[in-house]
């Protein structure tokens, strides 16, 4: 579950996307105009500029409220056929997902994935679905079998050597 920004209440489910207004006191059952009917969803996170991100069993989509319409995330290609259990955004608005393929970062500013399986200090290739968290000092934390990974988003991307 996620509140957003505007107050409604979104949930990922087996089914799809569904959120409920708690201002008109409106629930939409089987999603937002049918928001990825059918497809399995576990995570949600609103970013700052208001699209929601939403972690699939077939990768990774972004919805447009504006528009009231969602598409596969324009990078998405790294992560189309993995399960994308739970996404962060951090401070500086890069994206972080937490997958059944490791951590991912998107670096907003080089518009790409960089994986983290066993490396920068990421201890785990496999996360629990839907556990994580993003502090206001720029941890993220994510769920795995063996306990908890937390780390400084800053300190980790910046720790990745540039590529052209």
Not at 18 to 32: A, E, M, S
Not at 33 to 61: A, H, P, R, V, W
Request: hydrophobic letters at 35%; glycine letters at 10%; a negative charge.
């Amino acid at each position: 579950m996620m509140p957003d920004s505007k107050g409604h209440i979104w949930m990922a489910t087996s089914a799809g996307i569904t959120c409920y207004d708690p201002q008109n006191d409106y629930f939409r059952p089987y999603g937002w105009d049918n928001l990825l009917d059918g497809m399995m969803c576990y995570s949600l996170c609103e970013t700052k500029n208001g699209d929601i991100l939403i972690g699939t069993d077939q990768g990774l989509f972004e919805y447009y409220p504006g528009d009231r319409k969602a598409e596969r995330f324009k990078y998405n290609d790294a992560l189309a056929n993995m399960v994308i259990g739970k996404i962060v955004e951090a401070n500086n608005g890069d994206i972080w997902c937490a997958t059944s393929m490791g951590i991912w970062h998107f670096n907003q500013q080089r518009k790409h994935f960089i994986c983290h399986i066993r490396g920068n200090g990421i201890a785990t290739k496999e996360y629990i679905n839907c556990i994580g968290m993003h502090t206001a000092d720029d941890m993220i934390s994510f769920a795995n079998n063996d306990g908890l990974t937390v780390f400084n988003s800053t300190l980790v991307a910046n720790s990745i050597p540039h590529m052209p």
